[in-house]
T-cell receptor, first 114, second 113 residues
Framework: AQSVTQPDIHITVSEGASLELRCNYS??????LFWYVQSPGQGLQLLLK??????LVQGIKGFEAEFKRSQSSFNLRKPSVHWSDAAEYFC????????????FGRGTSLIVHP | ETGVTQSPTHLIKTRGQQVTLRCSSQ?????VSWYQQALGQGPQFIFQ???????GRGNFPPRFSGLQFPNYSSELNVNALELDDSALYLC????????????FGPGTRLTVT
């Protein structure tokens, strides 16, 4: 069975600082990997996804993530955080082939100080 | 293009009651998935409907059931509500059953007292 660990429950950064949110997954083969963002009172919005190919994936809002098979990781990064990036971030893993049933991590809450 | 909408936004029910939550898919999407998100947790997959048939189910008891209609809108029904059913219920639609690109609605906040 697949699983996702987001080791940081909360992350606090200053506006303009760089950001890295950690995600580790457990899956027996090459997974599908996703990062979603959830603002208060909103549904989840897809930031980026990895299926295959280039291990550095570019997403929306200036985010990127790197798939590292050897570390079973898919960390999310942004070079300069804006106050509007404060939200809950979820990493998810899905099985390749057939119907996609994702497993989500418990999320990391990003707090941005002015 | 209209996004995914859910109704109601909030509701409060009593333990033992039944509830129906509704979801309208994004235009052109034939697949809908439902998730339960407890406070402080990530979403958990309940089930998926593809062209009006259940197409996958997570680890939820049979009192969680669903329907998908010909216009691809969907309902989630929960019978015999328990306190632990209190959560945000999210609906997500996608163009096909692989669900590689899901679009989420804002959710329905259910409180069971």
């Amino acid at each position: 069975a697949q699983s996702v660990t987001q080791p940081d429950i909360h992350i606090t950064v200053s506006e303009g600082a760089s950001l890295e949110l950690r995600c580790n997954y457990s899956y027996g083969a090459t997974p599908y990997l996703f990062w979603y963002v959830q603002s208060p009172g909103q549904g989840l919005q897809l930031l980026l996804k990895y299926f295959s190919g280039d291990t550095l994936v570019q997403g929306i809002k200036g985010f990127e993530a790197e798939f590292k098979r050897s570390q079973s990781s898919f960390n999310l990064r942004k070079p300069s955080v804006h106050w509007s990036d404060a939200a809950e971030y979820f990493c998810a893993v899905g099985a390749q082939g057939g119907s996609y049933i994702p497993t989500f991590g418990r999320g990391t809450s990003l707090i941005v100080h002015p | 293009e209209t996004g995914v909408t859910q109704s109601p936004t909030h509701l409060i029910k009593t333990r033992g009651q039944q509830v129906t939550l509704r979801c309208s898919s994004q235009s052109g999407h034939n697949t809908v998935s439902w998730y339960q998100q407890a406070l402080g947790q990530g979403p958990q997959f309940i089930f998926q409907y593809y062209r009006e048939e259940e197409n996958g189910r997570g680890n939820f008891p049979p009192r969680f059931s669903g329907l998908q209609f010909p216009n691809y809108s969907s309902e989630l029904n929960v019978n015999a509500l328990e306190l632990d059913d209190s959560a945000l219920y999210l609906c997500a639609s996608s163009r096909d059953s692989t669900g590689h690109e899901q679009y989420f609605g804002p959710g329905t906040r259910l409180t069971v007292t």
